[in-house]
Structure formats: structure tokens, C-alpha cells
């Protein structure tokens, strides 16, 4: 390099450019048509999939007379088995999508975009989708000349049982979703007799296309373009995470491997480059050039990469799950030193513990209080100081309750409205109006704490109690 | 263009600053793409469907006819119609067959509400809490009676309680006196009490007469509640109550609902004063 400024200039702009050479900026315009080839992480990847048979036999479970597991969205309660969850105890939702948030930060900082690749719905159905394509079309070279090729008879048979194929895994779809929400027997029998609401049908239809366009068209567009997690996931990710990597070390220079070269005289690296890793990944991007924002680290480059090596002899792994770190010669920092982890892990728990905490103290009946602010106090003929309270009394029970409701035992205090139990109907808040009178001479202060109690036995003769505290207000 | 491109065979658009920055005619992402048709296709639809273009004399009113003003018009009628189970019910009921029902007196305090805020808040407070010379209707005491048969004949025919103005009939002297004894709680002790015959109306023990309407002396609650007590019951006493020929007299007019309101209305409402916190 001179030092003329022109050249320096040249230099700056030609190492500009080279980097762009390696900028995998894929919009779509040609489809994806990834080979697919047997290994380990292909069977792990099956495996992984599993995850969402229960989305789709989930809503068909039963408990007593009705479905296990019930977001019962018109009444507003959200059947678990046993138990029924009211918008009241929805704080522990937070929780859980705090606790699914972490996760999913831990295991990128890990292990890198394991629920991209092996996990997420847009892999997994994209994964399902080009199977059956190749079940269909044949390999990706086969699958390519047919779409170029004339309009014959076979490719509209082919063509045309493949789409059907693919909007009735997306009307199972949305059908298993929509199960989730309304009884699923019913479902299906409304869906027989054409009798679904609107709703139902909406959904269903809305499932249908977006599976469809998503995993059918869209497929790696939606992890390139649509999907923000791809990109928050991206930052998560250090030198630490052990991610599928090249290890260009081992591969440099790479080669065409030569026939009746011996491997003695070998001059080239490991890498024979033979594209088979670019040939399998089904967002089509080259591991060889390092982690990158379109690799979801699926893993199927480290078969196809394996299946390779072993072919001619040479050390698996080329293709491994690494860290940039131990790859460049670091050693691996074990688990406990890293700073994150702990964060992570202590997160992880304390929502664990909150949900353990909120499911353990799930109280069966609760009671609100709501004081009459306007007026805060009534003078009675008597010269008593009257409050109004409206009691608001939650059943989360599947039967209705007679509740009684109780004051504290204040000298002189009459509790008005409140001789007949409450009759709290199932799985609704039953509210009821009382009074509380208390004489003035026994009035201490302006205002005094003042404890409501309801209590009621169900069915089976346990006794549920709730407690809340209110105010009661005098005048000065 | 073609011919002096720098920058050959990379789709640019002959666009070219500073020696190498330039313009290249990539096509946007294919997603992309299929979100602008599918706007474009959705507008057409949408447009065929609902009313979208306005005109000089009008608008496309789209084949399905809706309006924003008959959507409005289905959810009232969808909300009427919930009412009106209800609603048939309290028809054939008394106030007091309603009261014994929790579910409908439930129902009938919920609706009564709005009446309530259009037609007795204003002097009565929001919540019966009464205001400067109107009364409070959330305690126990009634000039007239807390039963809910009295309160729907109160709203309906209203009420206007008369006392006449003492001014000319008491001295300074025995007006002090005869406020100090009201104001004891104990006003039959007082001998002016029978003297001047203010048991006529207020009762022999001074615990006034429903049917009149004249008030209660006895009990903790003032009619005429201002901070000088004392003050208020003498200026009651001077110069009564409704007395036409006083010109200084308290006005205390609880007008009359019955042809306002229609008979169910007021049971409603009768309803709901008595749920206030003083029904008897």
C-alpha cells in the first residue's frame, strides 16, 4: 500500500465492499428448496417438534363434566383441571410470560436460537409443510424443475394435492386452536352441521391463511423480515453461546477434494467446500461466512457437514455447536462465572416461586369492600354514625354458596342488610350492600379500621373463609 | 446510460454520486409485495361491502347496508332487550314485592341510578347525601316515613310541609327559650312547648307527626342543618316554614314526579331511596 491518499482511498472502499460480498440480503425472490438429509439433529429436530402434538390433543382432555384445560373467554374464567382461574388471580399470568420471557433469554445466551430452529411454530409447520413437498415433488433439483416446467396434468395433480394438503394441516390449525376456547366436541359438531359462530369461523379462516402464507410462501421471509424475536434473540446472543459454527481454523483453505490425492500432500483445509451445508439450510444462508442474522441455528448444516466427513475420512465436527471463544482458542467459562445465568436463574425462580405461591393460595371464595365515599357517613335519628359498604363476593367454586357475612366485634356496632347469607352464584361476583352503625360515644377516631369476614362450607363440608379490611368514618 | 456505467451488470439505475455511491432497482421483499396487494385487494372489497366513497349528493353505501348509526341502533336494541325481561317482570310488582326480590332490587337500584341522577340529585345529592336546606334521604329519619309505599307517594304527589311563622307571636325571650329546649333534645320540658301549642304539630313529646310531615325535635338529625345550630332553629321558629305571609320563611318544596315520571319510574326510584341506607 502507498501512501498516496488516492490509493489509501482505493483501500478504504475496495474493504468496504468486500464485506458486502458476504451480506446474505435474501428477499424472497427465489424459493428456498433445502435439501433435507438424515442425522442427529435432524431426529432431534423431529423430537423437538413433538411440542405442539399437545396443542393440537390438549383441548380434547376432560375434568369431571367439562374440557381439562378451557379459556373460557365469554365468562371470563380460565379452566386448569381442577382448578378455576378468575381475572383476579390473572397477576400470575405476568408471571408466567416472565417466566417464558427468561427462559428464552437464558437459553439464547446458552445455547443460541434454540427455540428458532428446533421450537417455534414458523419452523415447525415450514419444517412439516416442505416435507410433504418433498413427499410430492421429489428433492429440491426435481422440486425446481417442476415449477419450471410445462402445465401437464401430473404437476396440477401434484400441485393441487399438495396445496390441499397444506390448508388442511392450517384448517386443523386453527380448529385446534379454536378448541381451546369453546368446548372441542362441540366444535366439531357445530362445525358438521355448519353451525359455527362467527367468531369460530373467523379465527379458523384467519388460521388458514396465515398458516398457508406463513409456512407455505413466507416460510424463512417471516424469520428474515416479520418475526422480532429473530432480531432481539440476535443480541443475546456472546462469545460465550455455544452456537452451530464453522470452524474456519480447521477448514482453511478450502478445497475441492482431488481424486487419488493422497491425504498426506494435502495442502487445503478440512472444508472440501462442497455446499452441502448451504445445500440443507432452510434459510439458505452459508454457516461458513459465522453466525449470522439469518441462521436460526437449526443444526442440520452439522449433519449434512458430518455425513461428509465421514464419507472421506476426516474428523467430524467441522461444523459443530461452539463458542466463538473455544474456538478461538479460549477456555470455556464454566456456567457459574457467568454473570448472566445467575441473573437469569434468579429470575426464573422468583416467578416460579410466585406462581407456586399464587396456586398454593388460591382461595375458593374472596371478598371486596368497597366503602361508600359519597356520603362517607350518615348521622342516624339516634345520633349513630351509619357507613355504607358494598360487599363484592367471588365463588370461584363450580356451585353456588350461601356466604354470611360478618363484622367485628365493636361495642354497639349493628351490621344492617346482612341477616340473610349471600347467595353467591358459581364462578361470578355477587355483590351485596350493608351498613355498619356504630353509636357515637363508641366511635375512637376519624376513621378505624374496620374487618369484614365471609364465611360459607361447600358441598363437601369445608369451610371457606375470606377476610378483607375496610375503614369506617365519622365525623370529627 | 448503459453504455459509460461504471458499475455494470449490478442493476443500477445509471445513478451515480460521489464516484461509487449510486442507486441500485432492487425489487422490495417478496412479503412485502404480497402486504401491498393484499392492501390493495382488501380496499376493493372493503369498498364493495361498506360505504367508503363520498360523492356530491351521497356516498357508496356498500351491499351490505351497514350504517354507524344502525350499529348503534342493534346494540340498543340488544340492551333493551335484556331490559325488557327484567322490565316485565317489575310491571306487575309492587315496590315491596320488588324489594323482597333480590335478584330484581338488584336490577331496579342498578337502573334506577341514571333516574335518580337526572331527577332528584340535584337537591338531594348524588347519593341521598342531602345539601344546604334540602335533606339527606340515606339516614333513618323521615319526615313523612321511610316505608316504601310512603316514598313512591312522595315522589309522586311531592311534598310541601308548612309551619307558620312565630315572629309576631313570641317575644325575643321565649324564643330563646323555646330554641334552647329544641336544641336539648327534650322540648316538651320546656312549658312554652304547650303554652304556645307547638305540640300541635310537633307531638306532645315532641316527636313530630308523619302525617303532617312536621319534624322530629327529639331525635340527632336537623331538618335545617347549618353550623349554627342554635341560629337555624331560631330563624325556623321567627319565620316558619312555607308561610306565604312571611316573606323571610324557609321554602322546603319537594315538587311534585307524577307527571313527570310514569308510575313504573317511580317505583323504581321509590325502590332505590329506600335502598339508600334509611328505609323503614
Redesign the interface.
Known amino acids: 500500500m502507498s501512501d498516496n491518499p488516492q490509493s489509501r482511498h482505493d483501500a478504504v472502499v475496495d474493504e468496504l465492499y468486500a464485506e458486502a460480498v458476504h451480506w446474505e440480503i435474501n428477499t424472497g425472490e427465489e424459493t428456498i428448496h433445502a435439501k433435507r438429509v438424515p442425522g442427529k439433529w435432524r431426529i432431534l429436530k423431529w423430537l423437538a417438534s413433538l411440542v405442539w402434538v399437545p396443542f393440537f390433543l390438549g383441548p380434547y382432555l376432560r375434568w369431571d363434566d367439562r374440557q381439562a384445560i378451557l379459556f373460557d373467554i365469554p365468562n371470563r374464567q380460565f379452566h386448569l383441571l381442577g382448578i378455576t382461574i378468575l381475572p383476579q388471580d390473572f397477576w400470575m399470568l405476568s408471571l408466567l410470560l416472565l417466566f417464558f420471557a427468561i427462559l428464552l433469554a437464558v437459553v439464547t445466551a446458552l445455547a443460541g436460537r434454540v427455540w428458532c430452529g428446533f421450537f417455534c411454530f414458523q419452523t415447525v409447520w415450514t419444517d412439516v409443510f416442505t416435507w410433504l413437498e418433498e413427499k410430492l415433488e421429489g428433492p429440491p433439483q426435481k422440486r425446481k424443475k417442476l415449477d419450471q416446467g410445462a402445465l401437464t396434468f401430473t404437476k396440477v395433480r401434484i400441485k393441487v394435492t399438495k396445496h390441499t394438503l397444506w390448508l388442511v394441516i392450517g384448517a386443523l390449525t386453527g380448529i385446534s386452536f379454536v378448541a381451546w376456547f369453546t368446548d372441542a366436541y362441540q366444535l366439531w359438531v357445530d362445525l358438521f352441521r355448519f353451525n359455527l359462530g362467527a367468531t369460530a369461523v373467523v379465527t379458523i379462516l384467519l388460521f388458514i391463511a396465515g398458516t398457508y402464507v406463513l409456512a407455505g410462501y413466507l416460510r424463512e421471509q417471516a424469520c428474515f423480515w416479520l418475526c422480532p424475536y429473530a432480531r432481539i434473540q440476535g443480541v443475546m446472543v456472546d462469545n460465550t453461546t455455544a452456537v452451530p459454527t464453522y470452524d474456519f481454523h480447521r477448514g482453511e483453505p478450502r478445497g475441492r477434494v482431488k481424486k487419488g490425492g493422497g491425504e498426506a500432500q494435502r495442502t487445503t483445509g478440512d472444508c472440501v467446500d462442497c455446499n452441502q451445508c448451504v445445500a440443507v439450510c432452510p434459510t439458505g444462508v452459508d454457516i461458513r461466512q459465522g453466525q449470522q442474522e439469518g441462521c436460526i441455528t437449526c443444526a442440520l448444516c452439522i449433519d449434512a457437514c458430518d455425513a461428509v466427513m465421514e464419507k472421506l475420512d476426516r474428523p467430524k465436527g467441522l461444523i459443530r455447536y461452539e463458542s466463538l471463544d473455544v474456538l478461538n482458542g479460549k477456555e470455556e467459562r464454566p456456567l457459574y462465572k457467568r454473570p448472566r445465568v445467575w441473573v437469569y436463574s434468579l429470575v426464573l425462580l422468583l416467578s416460579l416461586t410466585g406462581i407456586g405461591y399464587g396456586m398454593a393460595t388460591l382461595d375458593a371464595i374472596e371478598i371486596k369492600v368497597i366503602h361508600s365515599r359519597q356520603p362517607l357517613y350518615v348521622l342516624q335519628s339516634d345520633g349513630s354514625i351509619q357507613n355504607k359498604y358494598t360487599i363484592k363476593v367471588l365463588n370461584k367454586l363450580t356451585e353456588d354458596l350461601q356466604v354470611t357475612i360478618t363484622a367485628p366485634d365493636v361495642e354497639g356496632l349493628v351490621l344492617v342488610g346482612a341477616d340473610e347469607p349471600v347467595t353467591a352464584r358459581k364462578g361470578m361476583v355477587t355483590a351485596r350492600t350493608v351498613f355498619v352503625r356504630i353509636p357515637r360515644e363508641k366511635i375512637t377516631a376519624e376513621s378505624q379500621p374496620m374487618v369484614f369476614f365471609a364465611e360459607t362450607t361447600d358441598s363437601s363440608g369445608e369451610l371457606l373463609v375470606s377476610k378483607r379490611e375496610s375503614v369506617f368514618i365519622a365525623p370529627r | 446510460m448503459a453504455d459509460n456505467n461504471p458499475f455494470p451488470g449490478e442493476n443500477n439505475t445509471g445513478h451515480i454520486w460521489d464516484d461509487?455511491l449510486r442507486e441500485l432497482d432492487?425489487?422490495?421483499?417478496?412479503?412485502?409485495m404480497?402486504a401491498f396487494w393484499a392492501s390493495i385487494i382488501w380496499v376493493a372489497g372493503y369498498g364493495i361491502l361498506y360505504p367508503m366513497i363520498p360523492g356530491l349528493t351521497g356516498y357508496t353505501k356498500g351491499i351490505m347496508g351497514w350504517t354507524q348509526i344502525g350499529e348503534y341502533q342493534e346494540g340498543v336494541a340488544e340492551v333493551e332487550k335484556v331490559r325488557g325481561e327484567f322490565e316485565a317482570q317489575l310491571q306487575g310488582m309492587t315496590a315491596k314485592e320488588i324489594l323482597a326480590n333480590?335478584g330484581l332490587s338488584?336490577y331496579t337500584i342498578a337502573s334506577a341510578k341514571v333516574l335518580f341522577g337526572d331527577n332528584c340529585a340535584a337537591c338531594h345529592?348524588?347519593?341521598?347525601?342531602g345539601g344546604p336546606g334540602f335533606p339527606?334521604i340515606?339516614?333513618?329519619?323521615w319526615l313523612y316515613g321511610g316505608a316504601v309505599e310512603t316514598i313512591e307517594q312522595t315522589i309522586t304527589n311531592g311534598r310541601m310541609g308548612v309551619m307558620p311563622a312565630h315572629a309576631k307571636l313570641l317575644s325575643e325571650g321565649e324564643v330563646d327559650k323555646l330554641a334552647a329546649a329544641v336544641m336539648s333534645g327534650n322540648p316538651a320540658a320546656e312549658p312554652l312547648y304547650m303554652e304556645k301549642a307547638c305540640f300541635a304539630c310537633h307531638g306532645p313529646d315532641g316527636r313530630g307527626m308523619q302525617a303532617l310531615g312536621s319534624a322530629?325535635l327529639t331525635?340527632?338529625?336537623w331538618r335545617f342543618n347549618e353550623a349554627d345550630q342554635q341560629a337555624s332553629v331560631k330563624q325556623t321558629i321567627r319565620h316558619g316554614v312555607n308561610d306565604t305571609s312571611d316573606p323571610m320563611s324557609r321554602a322546603a318544596v319537594m315538587p311534585k314526579f307524577g307527571d313527570r315520571l310514569s308510575a313504573n319510574e317511580i317505583k323504581k326510584l321509590a325502590v332505590y331511596v329506600y335502598?339508600l341506607?334509611?328505609g323503614q
Open positions: 461509487n432492487n425489487p422490495p421483499p417478496r412479503w412485502w404480497i333480590e338488584s345529592g348524588s347519593n341521598g347525601q339527606v340515606a339516614d333513618d329519619d322530629n331525635d340527632a338529625v335502598k341506607g334509611g
